[in-house]
């Protein structure tokens, strides 16, 4: 017997809500009863009608599977499964004998993807524009969705609000060719509506100017109602920190003023206003501050940690940022379940408030575990280490803060988030470290072009966490017509699985110097180590031996050149003290970094080259008017080099200026002015950092003032400084920062001629 029980309209699901579902479910209970009165098995189970969605993807939301009883009830919940993942139109269900049980097979119709994408009526916007701010692209399987269509709807409707069309509308058509749904969004625009007038009333503490100060929404700009709910809300938060807690502002009325006979939403000849009424009610001062529930800390260190004082205006802002602070010092401790709740009472006829800070403290909490996940490449070793909390110790927020940092500044994931989980045990937390990992290795060659080399190509392998050990391994050869290069460098974080870095470059390079008619042969190599103090302060070693030709040397060459002819070496050790408190190495908003360095060549090491070298380099950051994105960085770095023996400094040991890294505006090496290098460097830069809006902290802008010079001798000429200005580009990609500066000198510098003063500058990695 093959008998086939044709189920699809008593199964068919389409759409919440519709009345044949109660019906067809009492007709299908009538079947179930005549057909299948005996227990059968689901033998096999099928998927039919689904191109783009794969077996496996529907499977895995149904419950039904071989050798279950077939169940209604459950192939009924199945269906709503499988429409929840609203990837089809249509979704039933046949039931066929097989074998000795069932056949269940799920049929299905998928939703057509998206196709093109348009829009009719656009006049205003660009097409880009609000293709960018729909979240259905084409190729889309989920895209012809009632509820995800007016979703996008209503995107497309902010931009237009927030442009000044406060009118607009949008509705959508759909055509079907073939397997995929044309889209087109109708947009009517309606007119653009500028504010002519702002009327503000009961406000009398402070004016009216001062209030539009606040404001985005201002007579001469375009209206947007979501302007102006935010507007009101800094109004209204601007009155609460200057104690005018109880303020109220009505909804505000805007539109034309009323023209008889013409309707409000067409647009009169008339003015659009926005009316505002304001109730300030009394301006609050504290009156008593009373701390309840504390042990731990005093009522004194209490106080001492708010800003908020006893007959001092009461300012809303600070007092919030105050109650964090506390929540802050108890979880520096390991409070971290403390509960900090302010009750006030507000006397509106004395126009005075009464804080009490109630305070539950809990118990102290101790770090059980520390899980880490995310890392594919990096091995756990190497993110542990980083870590400045461990088990077992009192949970401390710093601690944890600056583990995130350290382990960020690996450079080795696009995120680390550090979360919690309850642990076994009351007063145990477990500390999740997730980590997204980033591409650590490039192998790149190009070309490319500067003032001092000319045109170059390169090869380039690195791998910034070789083996996943967090090691650096890089080689590089560069070839041009001025430049013949090969370098290699390894460095071990952790030697012998301690703090101590040890690392090793090796490198030969024959240069030509056109502009001081001499060509360089330099073969050498540096040891490098280096082994942290405190959390941010360190201690570095470096030995240099390098053997440099000098060669090919013209008859117009200086006379100092002249004497440096034939091969000298350079056995030199350096020793560095580097203090580092930034939040992030490779794009700081706050902290400083400073840099004490003193290398020494010759005498006891060897060679020929006598010297001795001080520099300091010192940079801080700091975020600007208070504003998180908006960052205001200090540079600068000061440095003499003289022999302490007979000789001269070599000239490829001392210092040049102007480019990229020095004084911005000026040609590389253009300092100091007609000599082969100098003995004293100074200079100093200040750069204010943004993001560039809409681009997701991808691209930043920054504004910048350099200003210093090199002088052939020790002695330092302050009224010879040269200064810079100019603005530039940072573009975040995988592999660092690109920076672009174009700088405009104030002065003239040799042969560059003042009428020459734009200056275009290329490198990688932030300056400071």
Known sequence: MNMKHSLKQVFTFRRPGEMFKKLSFIFFCVIAVNVFSQTTIIRKIEVRGNKVVSNTEVLDVVSTRPGDDFSSSRLREDLRSIYKMGSFMDASIEVEDYKDGLKVIFVLVEKPSAGEIKFRGRKSIWESTLKDALDIKKG?????????????????????????????????????????????????????????????????????????????????????????????????????????????????????????????????????????????????????????????FSEKEIREKMLTKERAIFNQSRFIEDMRALQGK???????????????????????????????????????????????????????????????????????????????????????????????????????????????????????????????????????????????????????????????????????????????????????????????????????????????????????????????????????????????????????????????????????????????????????NNFYRPTIDFSTYSKLLGLKWLVLAFHMRAGTVDSYACGEVPVYEKFYGGGADTVRGYPERSLPENATGGKTILFGNAEIRFPIPGTENLLKGILFFDIGNVWKEREVDFSSLKKGAGMGIRINTPVGIIRFDFGYRFDSVGKYIYADRWEPHFSIGQMF
């Open 140 to 296: 889309d399987t989920c895209a012809v969705d009632e509820l995800r269509l007016k979703q996008n709807e209503r995107k497309i409707l902010n931009l237009y609000e927030e442009r000044g069309f406060p009118f607009a509308t949008v509705s959508h058509e759909i055509e079907v060719v073939k397997d995929a749904a044309n889209i087109t969004f109708i947009i009517n625009e309606g007119p653009r509506v500028k504010v002519d007038e702002v009327n503000i009333t009961g406000n009398k503490f402070f004016s009216t100017k001062t209030l539009l100060g606040k404001m985005r929404i201002r007579p001469g700009r375009w209206y947007s109602e979501t302007k102006l709910e935010e507007d009101l809300e800094k109004i209204a938060d601007f009155y609460r920190d200057e104690g005018f807690i109880l303020v109220d502002i009505e909804p505000p009325q805007a539109g034309y003023k009323t023209v008889a006979g013409i309707p409000e939403k067409e647009k009169p000849k008339e003015k659009f206003t926005v009316n505002i009424k304001i109730n300030e009610g009394p301006q609050i001062k504290v009156e008593r501050i009373q701390v309840k529930g504390n042990t731990i």
């Open 330 to 608: 108890y979880a520096e401790k390991g409070y971290i379940l403390c509960r900090i709740t302010p009750l006030t009472d507000i006397d509106e006829d004395s126009g005075n408030i009464s804080i009490v800070v109630d305070i539950t403290e809990e118990e102290l909490v101790y770090i059980e575990n520390i899980k880490i996940e995310g890392n594919l490449v990096t091995k756990d070793k190497v993110i542990r280490r980083e870590l400045t909390i461990k088990p077992g110790e009192i949970f401390n927020t710093q601690k944890i803060i600056r583990s995130r940092q350290k382990i960020y500044n690996l450079g080795f994931f696009e995120e680390v988030d550090i979360s919690t989980e309850p642990g076994t045990e009351k007063g145990k937390m477990i500390l999740v470290v997730k980590v997204k990992e980033k591409k650590t290795g490039m192998m790149s060659f190009g070309a490319g072009y500067n003032s001092i080399d000319g045109l170059m190509g390169y090869i380039e392998y690195s791998k910034n966490n070789f083996l996943g050990l967090g090691q650096y391994l890089s080689l590089k050869y560069e070839f041009g017509a001025q430049k013949q290069n090969i370098e290699t460098s390894f460095v071990e974080p952790w030697f012998l699985n301690t703090p101590t870095s040890v690392g090793i470059d090796l490198f030969h390079t024959v240069r030509d110097r056109p502009e001081y008619y001499y060509k360089e042969k330099r073969i050498g190599g540096n040891l490098n180590l280096g082994r942290p103090v405190t959390d941010y302060d360190k201690l570095f070693f470096r030995y240099k031996y390098e053997s440099v030709e000098i060669f090919d040397i013209a008859e117009s060459a200086s006379q100092e050149v002249k004497s440096q002819k034939g091969i000298n070496v350079t056995s030199s050790i350096a020793l560095s003290y580097v203090r580092d408190t930034r939040d992030n190495i490779f794009d700081a908003s706050s902290g400083i970094y400073l840099n004490l360095s003193t290398e020494i060549s010759g005498g006891i090491l060897g060679g020929n």
